[in-house]
């Protein structure tokens, strides 16, 4: 005799089955904008760089990492050094627990997370990476690191 199984254990497993495969596609999209913003550097459309084009490569993964991250709808490396990031959940205490994961995997970055009226705007990969990290608390401030 075959076992019997229920119908919505059959539903449950195919609804898991698709939420994974849309986290998946939500991480490589995501990661889609780290490529477009590495390369759009790189290649030399944002001007000057003020930064050795090997920290570019190493922001990128870094990059990468950030998009992966639960609370990360979208990131890319800005031309300051920074990633920057759209939150999936736009709350103080979201946000912080983004912050705080990102920072205890690299202590020596800086996250920075668009606001809603830079969202509206619908800017461009050329507009996102020009955007400056200047006014996000890096990692070594909010983990009591030197700037050295």
Do not use: H, W
Not at 67 to 77: M, Q, R, T, W
Not at 128 to 137: D, H, I, K, M
């Amino acid at each position: 005799m075959g076992r019997r199984q229920f119908p919505y254990v059959k539903r449950a497993q195919c609804l898991l089955a698709a939420s994974v495969f849309v986290a998946i596609g939500s991480a490589e999209a995501a990661a889609d904008n780290c490529a477009r913003s590495r390369e759009y550097l790189l290649g030399g459309l944002a001007g000057e760089l003020p930064q050795a084009p090997d920290s570019y490569k190493q922001l990128f993964t870094i990059c990468i990492a950030a998009a992966a991250l639960s609370n990360v709808k979208d990131a890319f490396v800005l031309r300051d050094g920074g990633i920057g990031a759209i939150a999936k959940r736009d709350s103080v205490s979201a946000t912080a627990a983004t912050l705080s994961e990102f920072c205890q995997r690299f202590p020596r970055a800086t996250l920075r997370f668009m606001n809603r009226a830079e969202q509206a705007r619908g800017t461009s990969i050329g507009q996102l990476v020009q955007l400056s990290s200047g006014g996000a608390t890096s990692c070594r401030k909010i983990m009591g690191l030197s700037d050295r």
